[in-house]
């Protein structure tokens, strides 16, 4: 599957941004898709996803509240609504799709089968 994302740029503290992630191929049902995001200097760390089965929706504790991960299967669209941003949210953000959850519903970047490209999200503060 191929992952194309969009919709990152400049937001003031306390805005929304929302990005979007179209995949193409034929097993977008199959996977569970989610969002990962990377800070300069820091490792990429899992943002959140849905899973395949659409019972398992996660959030990493940094963003629970205030971003909300959807799913269109029919679409092959995945999408990250982020509110309340905060400057320490200011990374480049990636779609991924296919990846193993460990036992405690978390999802290294090492497990990802597919990525999309990153796009800029900037928090002003």
């Known amino acids: 599957v191929q992952l194309q994302a969009s919709g990152g740029g400049l937001v003031q503290a306390g805005g929304s941004l929302r990005l979007s992630c179209a995949a193409s191929?034929?097993?977008?049902?199959?996977?569970?898709v989610g969002w990962f995001r990377q800070a300069p200097g820091k490792e990429r760390e899992l943002v959140g996803y849905?899973?395949?089965?659409?019972?398992?929706?996660y959030y990493s504790d940094s963003v629970k509240g205030r971003f909300t991960i959807s799913r269109d299967n029919a679409k092959k669209m995945v999408d990250l609504q982020m509110n309340n941003l905060k400057p320490e949210d200011s990374a480049v953000y990636f779609c991924?799709?296919?990846?193993?959850?460990?036992?405690?519903?978390?999802?290294?970047?090492?497990?990802?089968?597919?990525w999309g490209q990153g796009t800029q999200v900037t928090v002003s503060s």
């Open positions: 991924a799709a296919q990846f193993v959850i460990d036992r405690g519903g978390y999802a290294s970047a090492a497990s990802v089968g597919y």
């Open positions: 191929g034929r097993s977008f049902s199959a996977y569970t």
């Open positions: 849905f899973s395949w089965d659409n019972v398992s929706i």
